[in-house]
């Protein structure tokens, strides 16, 4: 019986049977899990992700005064030294004490610079786990391309041998013929040609499978030395949905969308903390100072205790400062025009990725509207020259048409076989494009698979 396109996945299965004995048969969902877990790539953006979350706790933190301990000091001096406490210089060893205290400082009021500043640091965060995702997605579907372009070489690897196998039957054929005088020469030189090119046909299916199968692993970092696979082609219309109900949806869910109005977002806080330089800035600090030194004499001679030198020495104060921007060589000025500028930019990007996105889609609803006319049109083509092709075995047994003859139904029907196969394949991957767009597609994990 003549190979159905329709039992192409049976046909797979069968064909990878033995090597599956030994080897695992990885399906897309595995592929995508492995590669998201094991990419180096999407380590660095993890990182990159906690790099930012921590700047974003420390413009939290930057919110709380600022405290400082000054530790204390011992300083001993020899020879000729100035004594703080007679401010006279003495020719001996100097004990000039233990110094220490504590201090805090604090600003009330920079024009809401930190705040800006906190919502900056948040919105960055925010940002770098979208990068994260959409590095993601964009490992998903590179992963998922080259395990298509597995799949279709598989399939177009075996309809090439089994053309290969028909062949070399019409060879034994003609062999045969042309042994009993029923044939010319010429017509066995003819097909051992043919036989001979489907060999080097095979061939090159073959490597072509091979560097496929490695740009595979090599995505997936995955340190074998071949793949095999498994999957299932659905043979299911690609749903026709209206271009603003998936650009709507994607609004909401699309992660380069989402980076695009972050960036707006930044800009405005980037513009609110360059404003922020106009406005006065207030500040509160407060200290407590105290020392001990063994010069400090009372009345007898006698070091004054340590305990009454702490509490008689100590020095309190508390400060409040104001400043207010005069004129800074335009700088001021300048950063925030430029800010302006940056957010007028950060605008015109959201726009243009928005439109970018709405071509995307209105592209991928034509061409799955394509391969569901493409593979309507092909299952007839295909039905057609796959009953020519019999009907040209037939009559060439009876040796109603030459072999020239065969040889173009049997083509024309591989063809078709093919294109059927590419239309299948490429019908797979448009289903978890429009799942993408509309916020259905998940990422797989190896917990799951």
Request: proline residues 2%; contains cysteine.
């Amino acid at each position: 019986m003549i190979f159905k396109i329709s039992l192409m996945v049976l046909f797979f299965e069968f064909v990878f049977s033995f090597e599956g004995q030994a080897q695992k048969l990885w399906t897309l969902d595995e592929c995508i899990a492995y590669g998201l877990e094991h990419s180096l790539e999407q380590e660095i953006t993890g990182q990159d992700a906690a790099i930012s979350k921590e700047h974003w706790k420390q413009s939290k933190r930057n919110l709380l005064p600022v405290v400082g301990v000054s530790y204390p000091g011992y300083n001993v001096s020899f020879g000729r030294t100035l004594d703080p406490v007679t401010n006279t210089y003495v020719e001996r060893r100097f004990v000039s004490g233990i110094r220490g205290g504590l201090s805090s400082s604090i600003t009330l009021f920079e024009g809401f610079r930190k705040w800006h500043q906190l919502a900056y640091q948040r919105l960055q965060y925010e940002n770098s786990k979208y990068l994260a995702q959409q590095a993601k997605y964009d490992l998903a579907f590179k992963i998922m391309d080259l395990f298509s372009n597995v799949l279709f070489l598989e399939g177009a690897l075996e309809i090439v041998k089994e053309q290969q196998r028909s062949n070399l039957l019409h060879y034994q054929t003609v062999n045969k013929k042309v042994a009993l005088g029923l044939m010319a020469k010429a017509d066995l030189y003819e097909m051992e040609a043919t036989v001979s090119g489907d060999s080097l046909s095979v061939l090159q299916a073959e490597n072509r499978l091979d560097m496929a199968k490695l740009g595979l692993l090599q995505e997936m970092n995955l340190q074998e030395t071949t793949i095999a696979i498994t999957v299932g082609l659905t043979t299911n219309e690609l749903p026709e949905t209206d271009v603003k109900e998936v650009f709507n949806s994607a609004l909401e869910t699309l992660p380069q969308l989402k980076l695009s109005a972050l960036s707006v977002a930044s800009a405005k806080k980037d513009l609110a903390i360059s404003k922020s330089a106009f406005y006065p800035r207030i500040g509160l600090s407060a200290a407590i100072n105290t020392s001990f030194s063994d010069n400090i004499k009372d009345a007898s001679g006698t070091t004054v205790p340590f305990s009454e030198q702490i509490k008689n020495n100590q020095n309190k104060f508390v400060g409040f400062s104001f400043s207010f921007p005069i004129f800074g060589n335009g700088r001021v000025w300048s950063q925030t025009k430029v800010s302006k500028i940056r957010l007028n930019k950060a605008k015109v990007k959201f726009k243009l990725e928005q439109q970018r996105a709405y071509k995307q889609i209105q592209e991928m609803l034509q061409k799955n509207k394509a391969l569901n006319a493409e593979e309507l049109l092909n299952q007839k083509q295909l039905r057609a020259k796959e009953q020519a092709y019999k009907v040209a075995q037939k009559r060439f047994e009876k040796e109603l048409i030459n072999l020239y003859d065969l040889q173009i139904a049997s083509n024309s029907y591989l063809n078709a076989k093919i294109e059927q196969l590419r239309i299948l394949v490429e019908k797979s991957i448009q289903k978890h494009y429009l799942d993408f767009y509309k916020g259905k597609f998940k990422l797989p994990t190896m917990a799951s698979n």
